[in-house]
């Protein structure tokens, strides 16, 4: 199975871009790599997912490494509610493997 | 179009209890999954049921069981219960699609307290 790495913590202050990055170098050629992020006292939320290019959402946008080892997540411009734990999850292997996550910590 | 809806949300039992949990999928949603999330250990995969059958099963001992009935509503039971079972227990479901490219929409969670 796909083991993933990211950083326990980051910060950032509001209403700048937030890069939070992920390696998975053990990912197979078919895992999608999803992101989700959970906020206090709620459950995970699909932030978006993608297999080999860059994808784009309202949310957020993700950076796929070409060869497929590590991938960014990109916050555009984060507010305070973007403060969450953001997991990266190979799929489908997301159901057997949820790391710790980043908790994103946005300063005002 | 209604989310995932978990019930109850909160609930304290006692050792040696027993606890149901459902959970109502989104319409159309036929994939239910159920993991446990604690401070120590995170959130971690308990079962999957599609069409009414589970489909995979997580490292849990066998007090933890669940099932899905005809309409994708899914229930999960834990007998026995020992204080480590206190925990948020999250349902999240899916579309059928392609293997990887399921999106699962998660519920608010049931958290369980064990006295």
């Known amino acids: 199975d796909a083991k993933t790495t990211q950083p326990n913590s980051m910060e950032s202050n509001e209403e700048e871009p937030v890069h939070l990055p992920c390696n998975h170098s053990t990912i197979s050629g078919t895992d999608y790599i999803h992101w989700y992020r959970q906020l206090p006292s709620q459950g995970p939320e699909y932030v978006i997912h993608g297999l080999t290019s860059n994808v784009n959402n309202r949310m957020a946008s993700l950076a796929i490494a070409e060869d497929r080892k590590s991938s960014t997540l990109i916050l555009h411009r984060a507010t305070l509610r973007d403060a969450a734990v953001y997991y990266c999850?190979?799929?489908?292997?997301?159901?057997?493997?949820w790391g710790a996550g980043t908790k994103l910590i946005i300063k005002p | 179009k209604a989310g995932v809806t978990q019930t109850p949300r909160y609930l304290i039992k006692t050792r040696g209890q027993q606890v149901t949990l459902s959970c109502s999928p989104i319409s159309g949603h036929r994939s239910v999954s159920w993991y446990q999330q604690t401070p120590g250990q995170g959130l971690q995969f308990l079962f999957e049921?599609?069409?009414?059958?589970?489909?995979n099963k997580g490292n849990f001992p066998g007090r933890f069981s669940g099932r899905q009935f005809s309409n994708s509503r899914s229930e999960m039971n834990v007998s026995t219960l020992e204080l480590g079972d206190s925990a948020l227990y999250l349902c999240?479901?899916?579309?059928?699609?392609?293997?990887?490219?399921?999106?699962?929409?998660f519920g608010a969670g049931s958290r369980l307290t064990v006295l």
């Open positions: 999240a479901s899916s579309l059928p699609q392609a293997s990887g490219a399921n999106v699962l929409t």
């Open positions: 049921y599609f069409s009414e059958t589970q489909r």
């Open positions: 999850i190979p799929a489908p292997n997301y159901q057997l493997i």
